[in-house]
Nanobody
Framework: QVQLVESGGGLVQAGGSLRLSCAASGRTFSSYAMGWFRQAPGNEREFVGGITWSGRSTLYADSVKGRFTISRANAKNTVYLQMNRLKPEDTAVYYC????????????????WGQGTQVTVSS
């Protein structure tokens, strides 16, 4: 079992930065691949990026590649999403999720989800 809690969301101007954190409970955190997803009003939840259990590999959606960076600190049971050069279209609720196995961009493959944190980017 893994419980996930996101934090770090807020209001930022376009071009600014935010760092989201996802704190996990459970002694097996290091065995899970972690994903970040987002959902804007009226849209389906979409994959932002993911990181393997070891942290050695990451995968990003084209829309955030080069602007967002995912990292993890297994000793702290935490995964991070560093978001730079934010755009108004990045506005959404951001969720972290955990799954056994490798990174996967499909929401249905993740068994554990946080409650989400709102990110709003003003123009």
């Amino acid at each position: 079992q893994v419980q996930l809690v996101e934090s770090g969301g807020g209001l930022v101007q376009a071009g600014g930065s935010l760092r989201l954190s996802c704190a996990a409970s459970g002694r097996t955190f290091s065995s899970y691949a972690m994903g970040w997803f987002r959902q804007a009003p009226g849209n389906e939840r979409e994959f932002v990026g993911g990181i393997t259990w070891s942290g050695r590999s990451t995968l990003y959606a084209d829309s955030v590649k080069g602007r967002f960076t995912i990292s993890r600190a297994n000793a702290k049971n935490t995964v991070y999403l560093q978001m730079n050069r934010l755009k108004p279209e990045d506005t959404a609720v951001y969720y972290c999720a955990a799954r056994v196995g490798d990174i996967n961009p499909y929401t249905s493959t993740y068994g554990y989800w946080g409650q989400g944190t709102q990110v709003t980017v003003s123009s």
